[in-house]
């Protein structure tokens, strides 16, 4: 089965593209332009490179969030488009699990923080549940991380994402010997992860109804706050 998988979340956007346990094509790229601007061009050249069109694929997946309003938006779109048009099922995956899923067989705590801006992060907590499956402990919260280190159990645990770029001094200060990091290759989501669990579902039998397929935000997007501070003050 062929899925493509995309991921929006971060500005280090992801696409990769599996065929059952073979990875075809991967592309990952971190910059400053837009996800509107690079998302479908990207796509061509992955489906390009593999001598593939969208019709040859099976179904796509996409990471719903939490992460850039914007970001999860073009995605969703874009993916929607692409699945009404090739008339191909579509599933979204959350992004803090697929994230968390680059660490299957960990024996640690698994903790994804992405950076959520207002000195916040994007985060829950996972455990290796064998069987290459992890599992979700707590929700899915937006808070300082500060206040994200104090409610990690006194367990070993293992970081990983774009917020530990900039809150890795503060694990390391306050967890000590109990932090532990990612390597590079692994820290940030890749479409192929995101691409394998959206196989699996499919293979399940679940597919998303393409009208109700809305993003993870965890909080309020500034508009949504300008909004309701306008309304309470009317």
């Known amino acids: 089965m062929m899925i493509v998988g995309i991921d929006t979340s971060t500005s280090c956007g992801s696409l990769g593209l599996i065929d059952g346990d073979q990875v075809v094509a991967e ?12 998302l479908i061009p990207s796509i061509q050249t992955l ?4 001598k ?3 019709q040859d694929i099976d179904g796509l997946a996409v990471a719903l969030g939490p992460g850039s309003f914007t970001g999860l938006r073009v995605g ?6 692409l699945a009404l048009a090739a008339k191909k099922p579509v599933v979204g995956i959350p992004t803090l699990d697929a994230l968390a899923h680059n660490l299957p067989f960990a024996p640690y705590l698994i903790c994804p923080i992405l950076d959520a801006r207002k000195g916040e992060v994007y985060t829950a907590l996972y455990k290796d549940e064998g069987g290459g499956r992890v599992k ?5 919260q937006s808070l ?3 206040v994200m280190l104090e409610e990690i159990p006194a367990q070993e645990t293992i970081f990983l994402g774009d917020g530990v770029r900039l809150y890795g001094e503060l694990i390391k200060e306050r967890l000590g010997d109990r932090a532990f990091f990612a390597p590079s290759h692994l820290m940030h989501l890749r479409g192929t992860t995101v691409a394998e669990l959206g196989m699996k579902r499919i293979m399940a039998g679940e597919k998303a109804d393409t009208s109700s397929l809305v993003p993870i935000y965890v909080r309020a997007s500034d ?4 909004w309701g501070t306008r309304r309470g003050v009317e």
């Open 144 to 146: 300082p991380p500060s």
């Open 47 to 50: 489906l390009k490179g593999a």
């Open 223 to 226: 508009a949504e706050i300008h």
């Open 52 to 54: 593939l069109d969208l």
């Open 27 to 38: 592309y990952s790229l971190h910059r400053r332009e837009t996800h509107s601007a690079r």
């Open 136 to 140: 979700k402990l707590t929700p899915y």
């Open 76 to 81: 969703l779109s874009t993916v929607k488009g």
